[in-house]
């Protein structure tokens, strides 16, 4: 599109997560006029780590805010996955893309924190919870539950994966139920009882549970996280530090330790869950980004790197097409088919004998070699 007409585009972005907020990031440095809507009346991550993938950092560098995430991360050379009793079953260096090689491993808060930090002053809006979205071909309607409407040539729906612009436009399939919980909280790496030696992230795996061991030394934490089978699927369900101890028995005995120190009202528990794959992302006017066109399960880490590369394809796609329309198409073209994929792999889960579909080439028999 010429950049009059990017100049011209008023866009509105639903939800200030990581899609919302890095979509309205790219798509402000279009030119465009972008306005943030977001439901809740304060932004807050709930306490645990995500790392983020060299592609990501590249599209930070892109957009001039890499210092900004990077310092209130640390750099992360590898992965690796072990037995619950700490055998090696691989280790791997994170996918490099060009000259960056690292992943950088963040506290989901100091994350957002940032993000919201390199977007213009006035452009979020807080407490608007979207009620009603019309499409009208060539512009958008919107009410919130506030009273307030606005209207747009163009809507980004980034509200999650029970999204309201999915479930009015799109799909009215609900979440699907993995069967599994997953606790998260942070804690001093004093209290991992010597787990944490490095930079990088570690995944034990054992009889169905997965721990997570996410150094985030810059805070001098580590974000420890347990994936355990269960079969409520309320959203927020209530378990108990024995329901806990439970799902990590077998597990080294310093797992066991660090799950027994932990305090239950740090500890935030969800059912997992994510989203069939939805058919259409776009309509003339209106596109989805993030976990509301392809929630995925947490397996592989790529929840919040897909949001994000969601965001920058999608001001490429407008920067390169003639028009609306054509952007939209383009976005999901390139977009759409990698998210599938990353869902569909998502869903395997970790078995020892699924690993190496997983990660073609890295065979638990000769994994863990340097």
């Given amino acids: 599109m010429q950049l009059s007409d990017l100049q011209n585009l008023k866009i509105a972005v639903i939800g200030a997560g990581y899609g919302g907020a890095a979509a309205a990031k790219a798509l402000s440095l279009l030119g465009a006029r972008v306005d943030v809507y977001e439901q809740a009346s304060r932004i807050r991550e709930v306490g645990a780590g995500i790392g983020l993938r060299p592609a990501t950092m590249n599209r930070f560098r892109e957009w001039g805010v890499f210092d900004a995430i990077a310092e209130v991360t640390s750099p992360s050379d590898y992965f690796e996955i072990l037995t619950a009793t700490g055998d090696p079953i691989m280790k791997e260096a994170w996918p490099a893309a060009g000259e960056q090689t690292?992943?950088?491993?963040?506290?989901?808060?100091?994350?957002?924190?940032?993000?919201?930090?390199?977007?213009?002053?006035?452009?979020?809006?807080?407490?608007?919870?979207?009620?009603?979205?019309?499409?009208?071909?060539?512009?958008?309607?919107?009410?919130?539950?506030?009273?307030?409407?606005?209207?747009a040539d163009l809507v980004v729906g980034a509200d999650g994966i029970r999204s309201v612009v999915r479930h009015q436009l799109f799909s009215q399939k609900a979440p699907v139920f993995a069967g599994e919980h997953a606790y998260r909280t942070v804690i001093s790496v004093d209290d991992a009882h010597g787990m944490v030696v490095d930079d990088n992230l570690r995944m034990y795996i054992g009889r169905g549970t997965k721990i997570y061991l996410l150094p985030l030394r810059h805070r001098g934490q580590v974000s420890f996280g347990i994936t355990a089978l269960h079969p409520d699927g309320t959203w927020a369900p209530e378990v108990t530090k024995e329901d806990l101890l439970r799902t990590v028995e077998g597990f080294d005995e310093r797992l066991v330790n660090i799950t027994r120190d932990l305090d239950m009202d740090t500890v935030n528990i969800r059912a997992v869950y994510d989203i069939d794959p939805v058919g259409t992302w776009h309509s003339d006017s209106v596109v989805l980004v993030g976990d509301a066109a392809h929630s995925m399960l947490h397996h592989q880490g790529q929840g919040a790197n897909s949001a994000i590369e969601d965001g920058g394809a999608l001001a490429d796609a407008l920067r390169e097409a003639g028009s609306v329309k054509e952007a939209l198409a383009l976005y999901q073209a390139t977009r759409k088919p990698v998210t599938d994929e990353l869902q569909r792999i998502s869903r395997q889960g970790w078995t020892e004998d699924e690993i190496d579909e997983v990660f073609p080439g890295q065979r638990p028999a000769t994994a863990g070699q340097e």
């Fill in 102 to 151: 690292h992943t950088h491993l963040i506290h989901r808060g100091d994350f957002i924190d940032a993000l919201m930090g390199v977007l213009p002053e006035g452009m979020v809006h807080l407490g608007h919870k979207l009620e009603t979205i019309e499409d009208r071909g060539d512009s958008v309607a919107l009410t919130f539950a506030n009273g307030a409407a606005a209207e």
